[in-house]
């Protein structure tokens, strides 16, 4: 007997299945799932940010008013 095979012949079946039925089904999922969706608030800049139209865009640093504290951010269309 192959080593390969002494090492498959301990793993029972059903486990190395279900493994493999566990890797599958992340692949098939959304990958939107995983991660936050974007902010309509900038807080750093090169993060994705929602627009108020509708369309992503960037977080990019603007000149802050005089009532803010620096850094200010502003969200900008990436086109």
Do not use: I, N
């Not at 493999?20 to 750093?44: I, K, N, R």
């Not at 940010?49 to 000149?63: D, M, T, Y």
């Not at 005089?66 to 200010?72: G, I, Q, R, T, V």
């Amino acid at each position: 007997m192959t080593r390969v095979r002494r090492v498959f012949a301990r793993v029972p079946t059903r486990l190395l299945l279900g493994s493999l039925f566990a890797g599958l089904s992340l692949l098939a999922c959304d990958p939107s799932l995983f991660s936050p969706s974007p902010s309509s608030v900038c807080t750093e800049s090169g993060v994705q940010c929602q627009l108020a139209k509708g369309p992503l865009g960037v977080c990019e640093r603007s000149p802050c008013s005089a009532s803010d504290l620096a850094p200010c951010f502003q969200c900008t269309p990436q086109h």
